[in-house]
């Protein structure tokens, strides 16, 4: 099984809709995060969580909303979902700041907002 | 915040050659990274290196943190090898990614 997992892998959805996107973690990491990535750019970080309950926002928050439901899961909301939405999105997990081995990738959940 | 520049953008190579990929960074910082993002979109990760020099396999890292620059050598280029580089640095409580280097390694 994947370190990081990320549910669904591929989602379509229409605009105005809210949809949720999951990420679990079997590291044992504190700190989690979610970055969302467009074509042809690098990724940019939308929000991250160093521990259950705390929540933070990122270079992207608007439009989006996190929950820290434990330890290993951290799941991201779209409240009502725009096409300039549509990006892969990636959570990603680290140990104390990612100063021991890096920051853990999940393998994106490919979002498109028709 | 702090800037991240990869260097060149693209870069096309034919199979067996060699390149160095460059990351340049604007601030000081805890961590580097250096992933290969494939044809799936998946993220790979590469090397963990803030500073000193890594190897694994026909892939090698240089991070001189004082320089503020990373290099990454890929020799003996494979087909597999295409995809995107990205440098990544982390600074404050976040990864900060380049815009990447599009590698295509020619049969």
């Known amino acids: 099984d994947a370190d990081v997992t990320q549910t669904p892998r591929n989602r379509i959805t229409k605009t105005g809709k809210r949809i949720m996107l999951e990420c679990s973690q079997t590291?044992?990491?504190?700190?989690m995060y979610w970055y969302r990535q467009d074509p042809g750019l690098g990724l940019r970080l939308i929000y991250y969580s160093f521990d259950v309950k705390d929540i933070n926002k990122g270079e992207i928050s608007d439009g989006y909303s996190v929950s820290r439901q434990a330890q290993a899961k951290f799941s991201l909301s779209l409240e009502s979902a725009i096409p300039n939405q549509t990006a892969l999105y990636f959570c990603?997990?680290?140990?104390?700041?990612?100063?021991?081995?890096?920051?853990?990738f999940g393998s994106g959940t490919r979002l498109t907002v028709v | 915040g702090i800037q991240v520049e990869q260097s060149p953008p693209d870069l096309i190579l034919q199979e067996g050659a060699n390149s160095t990929l460059r990351c340049n960074f604007s601030d000081s910082v805890n961590n580097l990274q250096w992933f290969h993002q494939n044809p799936w979109g998946q993220l790979i990760n590469l090397f963990y290196?803030?500073?000193g020099t890594k190897q694994n396999g026909r892939l090698s890292a240089t991070t001189v943190a004082t320089e503020r620059y990373s290099l990454l050598y890929i020799s003996s280029s494979q087909t597999t090898d295409s995809g995107v580089y990205f440098c990544a640095v982390e600074f404050a409580n976040d990864m900060r990614f380049g815009a990447g280097t599009r590698l295509t390694v020619k049969p």
């Open positions: 290196i803030p500073s």
């Open positions: 590291k044992g990491h504190d700190r």
């Open positions: 990603a997990t680290s140990d104390t700041g990612g100063r021991n081995y890096g920051y853990t």
